[in-house]
């Protein structure tokens, strides 16, 4: 995905910020519906409309909606020497986790607080999902096929709309998942190669093993559910592996990496199932998020700075190859626009970049110095957005910032 891992470590402060209520109350509803023989609770759920975000204190002068021009002039304070440059929005309090975007005028990025932030290419908006209580939901991911076919995960549900609108994103339903074999469970993200090929991490908590993963398919939403199927599970795997990050080359090329530097291949889903064959990675670190720019050209990161290739060898035999690391840190997602221009992010306000062969770090501003970074995704090489504890970055061509 990007992608970037689908599963980050939400801070422990989240789990608090989820029982506030805000007081203010989405628009539209959604349906809810229920996977196989799991529970879904009745619609306990609203859409979201665009609105400001209160601060965490209640207080009403915090906003995460703004305009803002292309080449508005950001103090040298708000630029890194490497060209990062803090997005002027005002997020006290919100944890952005993922951001994703169809092209340069339609960049989308989802966190904490239910928040949902659209960029047009001149100004951010947003919008927010609440449950039916009033309570923020904690948005972990955001992936779409294209402008008009968004997709969303929250810990609990997943949803679905056509595009942002004039009034925010009509979400058409959401799909609940609260049970993974009659535990209690979490989604930990979406992600997809087209419309009709979308896949969902899915996990429970097993005293005796830890978290297991399922990965589960769709083929597209249709008739306001995602009908998702499984498609990997500790069974089928033969493992209780976490699965943290998702990507595919193609519908029959799809790589996952988790646990004690675990990766697993398949073919796809093909016929109502998946299967999968693990791979040696080199590493018995934690992967938390892949990223190719081809089948043969694919990179890992996870704990530890861990970095993996996968390309040929000097005998030309496609292989997982260790890579020196210029960090210490946790890294939790890689994008890349090309081979040769692969971005990483992680704790600690860590930048790397990689030109195919070499990874550097890259500065941040001093507002990003020691944050969290959970997210990347860019349309282009002048055009790479980094999202996370609180703050945006972005870096564009030399002279404009958005």
Known sequence: MTRQGLSQTLPMKLSLLVVLTLGVRGAAGCAASSVDDQSAPSSDLDGGRTETIPGIDGSSDASVEASIEDGSAPTSDECSSDGWCVVPLELRGVAVYSVWGSGPNDVWAVGSWGTVLHYDGKKWSTSRVLTDAGQPKTLISVWGSGPNDVWIASVDDIRHCDGWKEDGPDWSAAQILTKVDALPSQLLGVWGTGAKDVWVLHGANLLSVGLVTKVLHSEGWVDGSPSLKPAFDHVTSGTTSNISGIWASSPSDVWVVGDRGRIF??????????????????????????????????????????????????????????????????????????????????????????????????????????????????????????????????????????
Do not use: C
């Open 265 to 402: 291949r398949s073919n796809g889903f093909w016929g109502g199932m998946a299967s999968w064959k693990q791979v040696n990675s080199n590493t018995h670190s934690h992967l938390r998020a892949v990223w190719g720019s081809a089948s043969d050209d694919i990179w890992a990161v996870g704990d530890l700075g861990t970095i993996r290739h996968y390309t040929h060898n000097e005998g030309g035999e496609l292989v997982w190859s260790y890579v020196s690391s210029p960090t210490g840190s946790k890294l939790g997602s890689v994008w890349g626009s090309s081979g040769s221009d692969v971005w990483a992010v992680g704790e600690g306000g860590t930048i790397v970049h990689g030109d195919g062969t070499t990874w550097t770090t890259s500065s941040v501003p001093k507002a990003a110095t020691n944050i969290p970074l959970y997210g990347v995704w860019g349309s282009g090489p002048n055009d790479v957005w980094i999202v996370g504890e609180r703050l945006i970055l972005h870096r564009g061509p030399a002279g404009v910032t958005k």
